[in-house]
Nanobody, 125 residues
Framework: QVQLVETGGGLVQAGGSLSLSCAASGRTISGYHMAWFRQAIGKDREFVAAIDESGGRTYYVDSVKGRCTISRDNLENAVYLQMNRLRPEDTAVYFC??????????????????WGQGTQVTVSS
């Protein structure tokens, strides 16, 4: 199992930026695809971005394309999500997730079996 801890959330005005970090422990993340999901109050958890084990492939939900960048540092055992031009609709708890490579680079929560506790992102209008 991989233990994941997200940091970097907070309150920001619309148009601002935040940088989320996910620190992993227990195992190296080099053997996992990594992803960020988010969950707003009253809504299902939704996919935001994913990155393959080498960092060579990334995938984003349409609503954040061009505004967010996922990256990873396997030596630091960490994953990052840089979020720019934030909107009120980006308000949610953001979760880091790790999934086995055999599952493929996926947008589905069920393909990820290691989750962090989440970090709150609030964007004011």
């Amino acid at each position: 199992q991989v233990q994941l801890v997200e940091t970097g959330g907070g309150l920001v005005q619309a148009g601002g930026s935040l940088s989320l970090s996910c620190a992993a422990s227990g195992r190296t993340i080099s053997g996992y695809h990594m992803a960020w999901f988010r969950q707003a109050i009253g809504k299902d958890r939704e996919f935001v971005a994913a990155i393959d084990e080498s960092g060579g492939r990334t995938y984003y939900v349409d609503s954040v394309k061009g505004r967010c960048t996922i990256s990873r540092d396997n030596l630091e055992n960490a994953v990052y999500l840089q979020m720019n031009r934030l909107r009120p609709e980006d308000t949610a708890v953001y979760f880091c997730a790790a999934g086995p490579i055999r599952a493929g680079l996926s947008v589905a929560t069920k393909q990820y079996d290691n989750w962090g506790q989440g970090t709150q992102v609030t964007v004011s209008s």
